[in-house]
Nanobody, 119 residues
């Protein structure tokens, strides 16, 4: 069973930065593509960013592009989301997710970490 544990959330002022981490309890991290999603109060969960199994390819939502950077360290079984120039509308619970090999859907989800951006 894969477990994902997010950390790094918190309260930050607009314009500030946070770095989220997601530690995965897997034997071979490179078997999993990883993604970050978020859910704001009263809204549906939305895609933020994703990274391929080797880290060679990255993907961003329009809201994240240019401000957020996803990366991974397979030796540490950890994926990161560096968030800069944060805005109040980035306030949400951020979830890490893992997708095994060539599967189309994310199979595993973390419990989430709260990010609150004050104006």
């Amino acid at each position: 069973q894969v477990q994902l544990v997010e950390s790094g959330g918190g309260l930050v002022q607009a314009g500030g930065s946070l770095r989220l981490s997601c530690a995965a309890s897997v034997r071979t991290a490179s078997n999993y593509a990883m993604g970050w999603f978020r859910q704001a109060p009263g809204k549906e969960r939305e895609f933020v960013s994703a990274i391929s199994r080797t880290g060679a390819s990255t993907y961003y939502s329009d809201a994240a592009k240019g401000r957020f950077t996803i990366s991974r360290d397979n030796a540490k079984n950890t994926v990161y989301l560096q968030m800069d120039s944060l805005k109040p509308e980035d306030t949400a619970v951020y979830y890490c997710a893992a997708r095994y090999l060539t599967r189309d859907e994310y199979d595993y989800w973390g419990q989430g970490t709260q990010v609150t951006v004050s104006s």
